[in-house]
Each structure stands twice: as structure tokens, then as C-alpha cells.
């Protein structure tokens, strides 16, 4: 990395934190004070990068870029292998100019291997000792949120709500008759439908449990299927109390933008704050494709080759659409209520590509002609290449059948 780009203070990006805010850890039911992005920490794990990569000072010099641009929170987890440790060590080093107010920390609990038989522990026991360790690891005596991780792989499966497909029609409505097979219909909120629902149940009520205790901020939960997270959202508020934070992935992307449909149901359960993560789609929809592991199907892999090569062509990267896409579209719901956005990144210079893209394609344009909107439109004549580029990769994803398909996940 060059000496310039180590040294040199940023523009800030986003408002700095409040110098006041308390150390300590206070709880109220107030949505939590993100950044219009959320870093990604997952990259800090062996599943993105190698032991040499994380072993360097990369990680600390990418962390303290980020927080000078003003993305002051991250999002990770004790399932994402080495991360929590690497961000504890990269935090610790970089104390002096980022005391622990100034930033935000999010973890995760109840995910700990791959496989649903035996990487998920959601007793209470296990939640309580999960973030001890999560804090121990960071440093600090409270987390700023804190989900139960994958609770799909948990829960009951109700009406395929877990299985791959579409939830949306050409419109982007979801069906009274979907709603009542996904046992999403009106009276249904406090219906436990086995086993697996219990113990999302208890592990939420652990970390209920931490709030009131001062050692979590916001609870909430993270996962992929939208319509088993509504069940489950509805079912905690029935049964505990409503969330107040939730992620979802890989719902607002160029290829899938129906997080935006579920959104005011989300809402009506009680959903006090909803965080959108991976608008790349878990790294699938940039120059590379996915990983080896990316569960997108071969007709989606095929289609996302040829938006590459396709916008290749006129000397666009996809990952820059993307992005382009996710940071000015990310205002969901009929009351547009700004949705932070969590990406991933692994080093400095893909901080600085990542701010370029936003400032160019979000902070340049009118607030009103990017909440809510679909690829292709709005952000006016500023960005007409960026919305001709947003279209080219919808189409050939409408084309191939793959626009707003979703994988199966879960308890299948």
C-alpha cells in the first residue's frame, strides 16, 4: 500500500460519532446511530483471505481507513473464523485514536460450524458464553448489537418458507395465499410450529436477557429466507418482545431487490431497525464471480457471467454497478427509512474504490429520486450510465429467469 494512502486522512463520509456518547452501555429501544455503511468484518476470516493476509497489518490499516472515512461499525461473527480475533487485535491497536465510543460493534451467537447437524447452538447456556467470548476477544464490556446467526437452520420449515425459488411476482407483490402457507397470515403470529422454533425462542430470550443486563445494545436476529424471518419476527414479538435489529443478505442487489417488498411487513411485526448486507451477493456480482462455495445455480452463474462480460465491454465493472445500485436504492419501506448497507472489504484500496463509488453515485444525487428506487431508475441525468448498466444486468437476469430467485437455505 502506498505510503500516501496509509497516511493521509480522508474526506469523512459520514458524521462522526458523538463524542459525548457513553462508554458504558446503556440500553434503550432506540434504533441504533449506523453509518450509511457497515463494514463486513467476514472478509477477516479465512473464508476470504489467507492466514498471511490476516497476520499483516492489512487488516488494522483497513480498519483504521474505514473509520477515518467515517464508517465507524462492523458487523462479524464467531462463525466467520478468524475474524472476531483479528478485529480485536486490529481494535486494541488502534485505540489511541478510536476509543471504543467511537465506534460500533455487531456479533452474532448461535453459529459456530457448517453443517445445521452440528455448527448451531442456540441453548442459553451457549448464547450467554458465546458473547463473553465475543467480548473478550473485542475488548469491551458491552456489543452494540448482537443476532442469532442463520436462524433458519434452526427453526421449523413452514410452507417451503425456506426453500429456493421466487416470493415476489413481476410486480414485486407477495401473495395472500404465500402469507398463510408461510404461516405469516394474521392470527398466526404466536403459532410455534415444533422444536426448532422453541429453541430460536429460548436463544432470544437469552439475549433479551444480556440487554437488560447492559451487555448488548440491540437484539435481534440474521438470516436469508424473508419469509421464515417474518414468521420468526412476528413469533419473538408475539411470544418475548419485538426485534430490534435484523439483517438481511443478499435481498438487495441488482439481481434480488425483494427485501424492499418485505420490508413493510417487517415493520408491522415490530422490526424496529432492518440492516441489508452483501449488496455484491456474497462477492457473486463483481469482476471474479462467486467463490467456489456460492450456492447461486448454474442458470444464475451463467447469467451473472454475462453481465460481466457484457459490461466488461463497455469498461464497467459489475462490482461497481453493484455497489453503485446498493448505496443508491437503500431507503426501504413507505416511509423510506434509510436502511445501512454492509459490505465487505479486505484492504485499504478497496475502501477507497468503495467511498469513490459511493460519493460519486450516492452523495452527488437528490435524496428523493434514490429511496426505494428499482434498478434503471431515478438518480437522474448525473448517472445515466450508471442506470443503463443497472438495466443490462437486470435483463439479462430477467431473461435467464434468475431476477429475484432465491437459493435454498436452511431447514430443509
Given at each position: 500500500?502506498?505510503?500516501?494512502?496509509?497516511?493521509?486522512?480522508?474526506?469523512?463520509?459520514?458524521?462522526?460519532?458523538?463524542?459525548?456518547?457513553?462508554?458504558?452501555?446503556?440500553?434503550?429501544?432506540?434504533?441504533?446511530?449506523?453509518?450509511?455503511?457497515?463494514?463486513?468484518?467476514?472478509?477477516?476470516?479465512?473464508?476470504?483471505?489467507?492466514?498471511e493476509h490476516l497476520s499483516s497489518s492489512i487488516p488494522v490499516e483497513t480498519l483504521r481507513l474505514c473509520f477515518r472515512y467515517g464508517m465507524t461499525a462492523l458487523d462479524t461473527s464467531p462463525y466467520y473464523t478468524t475474524s472476531e480475533t483479528v478485529v480485536g487485535r486490529a481494535l486494541k491497536k488502534l485505540s489511541d485514536e478510536f476509543p471504543r465510543s467511537s465506534y460500533q460493534?455487531?456479533?452474532?451467537?448461535?453459529?459456530?460450524?457448517?453443517?445445521?447437524?452440528?455448527?448451531?447452538?442456540?441453548?442459553?447456556?451457549?448464547?450467554?458464553?458465546?458473547?463473553?467470548?465475543?467480548?473478550?476477544?473485542?475488548?469491551?464490556?458491552?456489543?452494540?448489537?448482537?443476532?442469532?446467526?442463520?436462524?433458519?437452520?434452526?427453526?421449523?420449515?413452514?410452507?417451503?418458507?425456506?426453500?429456493?425459488?421466487?416470493?415476489?411476482?413481476?410486480?414485486?407483490?407477495?401473495?395472500?395465499?404465500?402469507?398463510?402457507?408461510?404461516?405469516?397470515?394474521?392470527?398466526?403470529?404466536?403459532?410455534?410450529?415444533?422444536?426448532?422454533?422453541?429453541?430460536?425462542?429460548?436463544?432470544?430470550?437469552?439475549?433479551?436477557?444480556?440487554?437488560?443486563?447492559?451487555?448488548?445494545?440491540?437484539?435481534?436476529?440474521?438470516?436469508?429466507?424473508?419469509?421464515?424471518?417474518?414468521?420468526?419476527?412476528?413469533?419473538?414479538?408475539?411470544?418475548?418482545?419485538?426485534?430490534?435489529?435484523?439483517?438481511?443478505?443478499?435481498?438487495?442487489?441488482?439481481?434480488?431487490?425483494?427485501?424492499?417488498?418485505?420490508?413493510?411487513?417487517?415493520?408491522?411485526?415490530?422490526?424496529?431497525?432492518?440492516?441489508?448486507?452483501?449488496?455484491?451477493?456474497?462477492?457473486?456480482?463483481?469482476?471474479?464471480?462467486?467463490?467456489?462455495?456460492?450456492?447461486?445455480?448454474?442458470?444464475?452463474?451463467?447469467?451473472?457471467?454475462?453481465?460481466?462480460?457484457?459490461?466488461?465491454?463497455?469498461?464497467?465493472?459489475?462490482?461497481?454497478?453493484?455497489?453503485?445500485?446498493?448505496?443508491?436504492?437503500?431507503?426501504?419501506?413507505?416511509?423510506?427509512?434509510?436502511?445501512?448497507?454492509?459490505?465487505?472489504?479486505?484492504?485499504?484500496?478497496?475502501?477507497?474504490?468503495?467511498?469513490?463509488?459511493?460519493?460519486?453515485?450516492?452523495?452527488?444525487?437528490?435524496?428523493?429520486?434514490?429511496?426505494?428506487?428499482?434498478?434503471?431508475?431515478?438518480?437522474?441525468?448525473?448517472?445515466?450510465?450508471?442506470?443503463?448498466?443497472?438495466?443490462?444486468?437486470?435483463?439479462?437476469?430477467?431473461?435467464?429467469?434468475?431476477?429475484?430467485?432465491?437459493?435454498?437455505?436452511?431447514?430443509?
Open positions: 500500500m502506498s505510503t500516501a494512502l496509509q497516511d493521509a486522512f480522508p474526506t469523512r463520509i459520514f458524521p462522526a460519532a458523538d463524542p459525548n456518547a457513553s462508554s458504558t452501555s446503556t440500553v434503550d429501544s432506540s434504533i441504533l446511530p449506523l453509518p450509511a455503511l457497515v463494514l463486513g468484518a467476514g472478509t477477516f476470516g479465512t473464508d476470504y483471505n489467507t492466514p460493534l455487531i456479533t452474532k451467537a448461535g453459529r459456530y460450524g457448517r453443517t445445521r447437524e452440528t455448527g448451531f447452538d442456540y441453548s442459553r447456556e451457549r448464547v450467554r458464553s458465546s458473547v463473553e467470548k465475543s467480548l473478550e476477544l473485542f475488548g469491551t464490556n458491552y456489543l452494540d448489537g448482537c443476532y442469532m446467526h442463520d436462524v433458519e437452520f434452526v427453526s421449523e420449515s413452514v410452507g417451503g418458507g425456506s426453500s429456493g425459488g421466487h416470493t415476489v411476482d413481476a410486480d414485486g407483490q407477495i401473495s395472500e395465499e404465500d402469507l398463510r402457507r408461510w404461516g405469516c397470515a394474521e392470527g398466526d403470529e404466536a403459532t410455534v410450529h415444533g422444536p426448532g422454533d422453541e429453541k430460536v425462542l429460548e436463544a432470544m430470550a437469552a439475549l433479551f436477557e444480556l440487554k437488560k443486563a447492559g451487555k448488548i445494545k440491540a437484539v435481534g436476529f440474521s438470516g436469508y429466507p424473508l419469509p421464515t424471518m417474518l414468521r420468526l419476527a412476528r413469533l419473538v414479538a408475539a411470544k418475548l418482545e419485538p426485534l430490534d435489529i435484523m439483517q438481511s443478505y443478499c435481498h438487495h442487489t441488482l439481481q434480488n431487490t425483494t427485501l424492499s417488498s418485505f420490508t413493510p411487513y417487517f415493520k408491522a411485526a415490530g422490526v424496529k431497525q432492518i440492516i441489508s448486507a452483501s449488496p455484491l451477493s456474497m462477492g457473486l456480482l463483481r469482476t471474479a464471480g462467486g467463490q467456489a462455495w456460492h450456492p447461486a445455480s448454474p442458470e444464475l452463474q451463467k447469467a451473472n457471467t454475462q453481465a460481466i462480460e457484457t459490461l466488461a465491454a463497455r469498461g464497467v465493472k459489475l462490482e461497481d454497478v453493484a455497489l453503485g445500485f446498493g448505496f443508491a436504492s437503500a431507503a426501504l419501506g413507505e416511509d423510506a427509512t434509510p436502511t445501512p448497507i454492509v459490505v465487505g472489504l479486505s484492504k485499504p484500496s478497496e475502501v477507497v474504490a468503495t467511498m469513490e463509488v459511493y460519493s460519486k453515485i450516492y452523495l452527488a444525487q437528490n435524496e428523493a429520486a434514490r429511496k426505494g428506487r428499482k434498478p434503471g431508475e431515478g438518480l437522474g441525468e448525473a448517472n445515466q450510465e450508471q442506470l443503463e448498466c443497472e438495466r443490462i444486468a437486470v435483463d439479462l437476469f430477467k431473461q435467464s429467469g434468475t431476477y429475484n430467485w432465491t437459493w435454498p437455505s436452511g431447514g430443509l
